[in-house]
Structure formats: C-alpha cells, structure tokens
C-alpha cells in the first residue's frame, strides 16, 4: 500500500510539534553560508509544503517535487492562501527530471531515508548532481533510527483524527518498518480507518559519502542537526552538505 495516502490528510494534524521555523532558519543559514542567498530552489520531498512555503517567504524561488498527490494538494492549498509563486511538481524521486538547472537542492524531514536501496540512492545523487548549476549545493538530513524508533509503538488521539505508529527496526538490514493505522472522522460521526506501511533506511555517514562520490558530488560535511558540531554516535539526526562536481562555469 503506498505511503501518505490516508496519511496525508492528517499529517500537518501530527506534525504541528514540528518547529519548521527554527528549521528554516537553521538551513537558511546552511544555504547562505555555502553561497546560495537567493535563486532557484529544489524542495526534493516536499510533502504538504511548510518547509517550502518558509523558503519562498525567504525569498528563495520554490519548487517542490513529491510522490505523494495527496500531500501535493495540500501543498497547492497553502499556496493559494499564502499567494507564493511555487512551482509543485509530481515525480519519484529516484526519476525525477526539471527544465533546467537550480542553485540548490534541499531534502528535508527524512526523505533521503525513504530510499531504502543503495543503488538508488546513488541514482538520486546522480539526478541531483544533474539538475545542480556548476557548484550548487546539495542539502539534506538523515534520522538514525537505531537510537530514535527502535522497537516501539506510539499513538496519538485527537477529536477528529486518531493513529496508532507501530515500528519495528532491523539492525542487520537497517531497516525500519512502521505500520500506521489512521482513524478519521467522518461527517457522520464514525471513523474510517487506513492502514500504511512505510519502510526506511538508516545509512552511515560513510555509505552517504560513498554514494556521493559515485554520483560525481563533492562532499563538504556533516553536522549534528541544528549545530554547526561534527556528528556523534548518539546523534538522532545529521544535516549533510555536498556540491555539484563536474560541470564547468559559463564565462
């Protein structure tokens, strides 16, 4: 069953403990510092839109790709409301293509995880390194399940809308598998139930260079999130930084 399908509806609902301001403000600074102040961006993993809407308020020109229709409409809801000229796009991420070149590509909120085979995830890499102008910059973050979900269940119940988040961790494959079961109200006053289940990946630091380098990217570094300090062991999620490689300035 494909993923943010029932869970779409809700998740801006379950996600509102995000504080997507400070997020911004943390890889507007990434972006700043590694020279990009303004200019075409790419939101690759897009979801429902918040992060997206904060850069284009940045003054960042947005686009946004993602796989799920359902969180792209909801995307285009916020857009129409906030009057942001985003560009939304529906492609796989592993396939993804655009008209030209951008000055940066973001991938936030562990949708680098998603990719769960490494050989794709070296094909989004390379895609990335395509669609980057000639020392672009590439950022994005990685959850380290290991020490976040591990084996654990966590549900949430709210007046119109209920979940129950089942995770289960695979340390030989690294694997984290949820099973999510969403309950929500209807007009009638009943609850129509969806079930998902969602698999992701938990990479090393290692393995990211790695596939950074056959992807013909340059990497810069890595940080604990929302510190400018190297990653720890104990780090439940890192920001990784890398440049476009190989193309050549035009003069």
Not at 45 to 70: F, H, K, N, P, V
Not at 152 to 180: G, K, M
Not at 201 to 213: G, K, M, N, P, V
Request: hydrophobic share 35%; proline share 2%.
């Amino acid at each position: 069953m494909e993923a943010y399908t029932g869970f779409a509806a809700v998740y801006d609902t379950f996600m509102d403990n995000v504080p997507y301001g400070e997020w911004c403000e943390y890889l507007t600074g990434l972006l700043k510092e590694n020279g990009v102040e303004s200019g075409l961006v790419l939101d690759l993993g897009c979801g429902t839109g918040s992060l997206t809407e904060l850069l284009a308020a940045r003054g960042y020109d947005m686009i946004g790709i993602d796989y799920s229709e359902e969180m792209l409409e909801l995307a285009a809801g916020k857009r129409a409301e906030s009057g942001q000229d985003i560009l939304y796009l529906c492609q796989d991420m592993r396939e993804f293509e655009l008209y030209g070149t951008v000055r940066a590509v973001v991938s936030i909120c562990d949708c680098i995880n998603y990719i769960t085979d490494p050989a794709d995830l070296a094909e989004v890499f390379s895609l990335v390194n395509n669609y980057l102008d000639p020392g672009g910059v590439f950022i994005f973050d990685l959850n380290k399940y290991a020490q976040v979900m591990g084996d654990t269940t966590v549900a949430e119940d709210r007046e119109e809308s209920s979940f129950i988040w089942d995770n289960q961790y695979d340390p030989e494959e690294r694997i984290n598998i949820y099973d999510l079961a969403i309950f929500l109200r209807e007009e009638n006053g009943l609850y129509r139930k969806y079930q998902e289940t969602h698999y992701q990946r938990a990479y090393s630091l290692q393995e990211i260079q790695e596939a950074l380098a056959l992807a013909g990217m340059e990497f810069v570094t890595a940080y604990d999130a929302f510190t400018k300090d190297a990653p720890r062991k104990e780090s439940e999620r890192i920001y990784v930084i890398a440049r476009e490689h190989g193309k050549k300035q035009n003069n």
